[in-house]
């Protein structure tokens, strides 16, 4: 939603409600994310943070442990990590990264030590999908509360899946699958209020290990690890009538990847690309014109992380 200031006149307002733009939103955009890069090239606690002005990269507050194949979701002011793998085992184990500072402290543990999982959520809540919990595919969901750090029952997956991913906007969540013993097309569309699950618009091509990002209009799911390999393949997800269409392509196919950005733009860690591994390429997605461009590298070539913005008007703000 824009930000307006000023005077408005009474005929400017009933025109701006038709438009669904009234009451005006006076709150920033979110200025940057923190990526965590999972394998690097293994288990790492590395943060990175990544500044959208100027795609500027430096250090962020480290995990508290050695993981990958964690799963992010946060507000404005805090996002919450959870780890994943940890000492080789899937974990409970989740941080609190408070933006103001770069101060990581302990968050409300998952319910089951879980790995592979994906997560959305909007001011007051993340949806955390476990993904493997602790080893078998699950269809176990927590809602986090962000007051309090209060971690409950959410609303379960249609079929238990891992290596998923997530975007969303302040009213639903799209869950895209992943893994259900096979790549799948399947996305279930998650609204907060009430903790409903229904059935989301498929992806264009089955995958897994994907990445998502997006803002209070559309998600931009990048497909990953399709029956075609590592593939470029990027779905965007209008939420007004769930439509899918094609997105802006990445420039390597790659997969495990993650994932961050405010209103504007997207930035995108690949991952994995065949036949090099993890790498430092990251792609500065611009929402309004489905663009690609070059994002600023990570510090460390990596894969399987995951990353959450202090902001994106329209989700968390």
């Given at each position: ?12 307002q ?21 990526f965590?890069?999972?394998?690097a ?5 590395t943060?990175d ?9 430096s ?29 080789a085992?899937?974990s ?6 408070t933006?103001v ?8 543990a ?19 999908a ?10 176990t969901?927590?809602?986090y ?12 997956a ?48 089955a995958?897994f ?8 209009t ?30 802006g ?11 961050a ?19 430092t390429t990251?792609?500065k ?21 995951s990353?959450?913005s ?5 989700v968390?703000?």
């Amino acid at each position: 939603m824009p930000n307006y200031s000023g005077v408005w006149s009474l005929s400017q307002q009933f025109q701006a409600v038709g438009q669904g733009l009234w009451p005006p939103n006076f709150d920033p955009d979110g200025t940057f994310a923190i990526f965590a890069l999972g394998n690097a090239p293994s288990a790492s606690t590395t943060r990175d943070k990544y500044t959208y002005s100027g795609c500027v990269v430096s250090a962020g507050g480290a995990a508290t442990a050695t993981s990958y194949c964690g799963s992010a979701a946060g507000t404005s002011t805090v996002g919450i990590f959870a780890l994943g793998v940890v000492a080789a085992s899937s974990s409970t184990t989740r941080n609190k990264y408070t933006y103001v500072g770069c101060v990581v402290s302990a968050g409300g543990a998952a319910t089951v030590a879980s790995s592979g999982g994906s997560a959305a959520g909007n001011s007051t809540v993340g949806i955390f999908a476990l993904g493997k919990a602790p080893s078998s595919r699950a269809t176990t969901r927590n809602k986090y509360t962000y007051s309090g750090c209060v971690v409950g029952a959410g609303g379960a997956a249609t079929v238990a899946a891992s290596c998923g991913s997530a975007a969303g906007n302040c009213t639903v969540g799209i869950f895209a699958l992943g893994c259900t013993g096979a790549r799948s097309t399947t996305r279930n569309k998650y609204t907060y209020s009430g903790c409903v699950v229904s059935a989301g618009t498929a992806a264009t091509v089955a995958s897994f290990c994907g990445s998502a990002t997006g803002n209070g209009t559309r998600g931009i799911f990048a497909l990953g690890n399709t029956g075609a390999g590592y593939v470029t393949t990027r779905n965007k997800y209008t939420y007004s009538g769930d439509v899918v269409s094609a997105g802006g392509a990445a420039t390597a196919g790659s997969s495990e990847g993650s994932a961050a950005g405010n209103s504007v733009v997207g930035i995108f860690a690949l991952g994995f690309v065949a036949c090099v591994g993890g790498v430092t390429t990251r792609n500065k997605y611009t929402y309004s014109s489905d663009a690609v461009s070059a994002g600023g590298a990570a510090t460390v070539a990596s894969c399987r992380g995951s990353a959450a913005s202090n902001g994106t008007v329209g989700v968390n703000i």
